[in-house]
């Protein structure tokens, strides 16, 4: 339920204040999950949770919902802005950000309750997470693009393996103006470069084993050794069994392990 995206997608970590860690979140690598392991590192879903049971109790009385709404956003979300020293434009675009998904369950919350954020993850162990590069392409495709933006790919009548082959080698090449900036955020690698020692990698793949590598590293290293919170269940879009590498043509297999070299290299150790 909760959906913090700030660090992210400014290029900043999660850096919960209690623990030595700095986390690198990958979109559709299990992103939102992250988050909120993140906000529980830092203890914060009590508050959340007290927020959430309260505002929906608050924002569901039909008998004056408008007002409760516009108090909401003025004792909550205004204060905030005012005590940041925003300007008036700023605040009310952030405000109305804050409200602008009430129909679907969603809200702004203070800073308070929101996960920290670092630039440089200086003296933290750095966690990057990382999924199957082509896995993650066909859970956006697949549950977001294609049913979005579908009819706007070539090729209508071919059949949907070699339909999704021809957006994929697309949007690799970033070559057409049917994607926008966010779709080429969910196809980025998480990787740039090798990943040096010092850096622990959570592959969405094996959770267990990813969060005793996190662990193992923190009490090694840091001289942190308290367990830490499981990670929440991730909830994955099933790809067909027909989507792998091998499946692919040659040229667009090699567009994505080349365009991933950084990311495969990574799962591979």
């Avoid at 697949?142 to 979005?148: A, R, S, V």
């Avoid at 840091?222 to 040229?251: I, M």
Wanted: glycine share 8%; aromatic share 10%; net charge positive.
């Amino acid at each position: 339920f909760l959906y913090a995206p700030s660090c992210e997608r400014t290029g900043q970590f999660y850096c919960p204040p209690g623990v030595p860690v700095a986390l690198q979140l990958t979109l559709k690598a299990g992103s939102r999950s992250a988050t909120v392991w993140a906000a529980m590192l830092e203890g914060l879903m009590p508050g959340l949770v007290s927020a959430r049971r309260t505002l929906a109790v608050s924002l569901s009385d039909s008998d004056d919902g408008g007002s409760r709404v516009g108090r909401f956003a003025r004792e909550w979300l205004e204060h905030e802005e005012m005590r940041l020293g925003c300007p008036g434009e700023l605040a009310f675009f952030s405000i109305s950000r804050g409200v602008h998904m009430l129909n679907e369950g969603r809200v702004g919350l203070p800073m308070a309750l929101c996960p920290s954020c670092c630039k440089t993850a200086a003296g933290r162990l750095r966690v990057v997470f990382i999924r199957d590069p082509l896995a993650r392409m066909s859970s956006f495709y697949h549950g977001y693009w294609f049913p979005k933006k579908g009819r706007f790919l070539p090729g209508q009548e071919l059949e949907k393996h070699a339909l999704f082959e021809t957006w994929v080698e697309l949007i690799l090449n970033g070559s057409s103006a049917m994607f926008e900036a966010s779709d080429l955020d969910h196809v980025r690698p998480a990787l740039q470069r090798s990943l040096g020692d010092g850096n622990v990698v959570f592959c969405l793949e094996d959770v267990e084993k990813s969060l005793q590598r996190v662990e193992s590293a923190l009490c090694r290293g840091y001289g942190h050794c308290t367990p830490l919170p499981r990670f929440p269940a991730v909830k994955f879009y099933k790809k067909p069994k027909r989507e792998s590498l091998q499946s692919l043509s040659s040229e667009v297999a090699e567009l994505v392990r080349r365009r991933f070299r950084f990311d495969y290299e990574a799962l591979s150790t």
